[in-house]
């Protein structure tokens, strides 16, 4: 019996979550935060995949030293629809503060770049979140 419950409310939270998802998806402007340009990373099928679909892709990444990309949201000329935090939660927190300061409220957060300092910093900024893999999901 735990075990169907457990099987259901997980159902039912990942249909809530794709449906912010999925409104996250229709938006054109995106700033993918991550080793960006490393071709081996999912970072980079990550931008590949939402370019494929007609957005507009900011590449950053703070480690960069190339300038082939931002090193920070901040950075960016452009207003951006939605982060994609494809990064250690450390410096994907760091990036969000800065995405708050320029009023960026929409992040999807990929798995593995996701704590509970970051979720609840974008509970109290009011930043909707969908945690899910854009690779799946679009």
Not at 47 to 53: F, N
Not at 77 to 105: C, H, W, Y
Not at 117 to 129: H, P, R
Request: proline share 3%; hydrophobic share 45%; aromatic share 6%.
């Amino acid at each position: 019996m735990q075990i169907l419950f457990l099987f259901t409310t997980l159902l039912s939270t990942s249909s809530a979550m794709s449906s912010a998802g999925k409104q996250m998806l229709q938006l054109k402007r995106w700033a993918v935060i991550g080793d960006v340009l490393n071709q081996a990373k999912p970072a980079s099928a990550v931008v590949a995949k939402l370019e494929q679909a007609g957005k507009t892709v900011y590449k950053v990444n703070p480690r960069d030293s190339t300038g082939s990309c931002y090193r920070s949201i901040q950075d960016v000329p452009d207003t951006v629809d939605v982060i994609d935090l494809i990064i250690n939660s450390r410096t994907g927190f760091e990036q969000m503060k800065l995405a708050a300061e320029l009023n960026i409220n929409k992040v999807f957060i990929q798995p593995g770049a996701e704590s509970q300092e970051l979720l609840d910093f974008c509970a109290v900024s009011g930043i909707a979140v969908h945690q899910g893999c854009v690779l799946r999901e679009l």
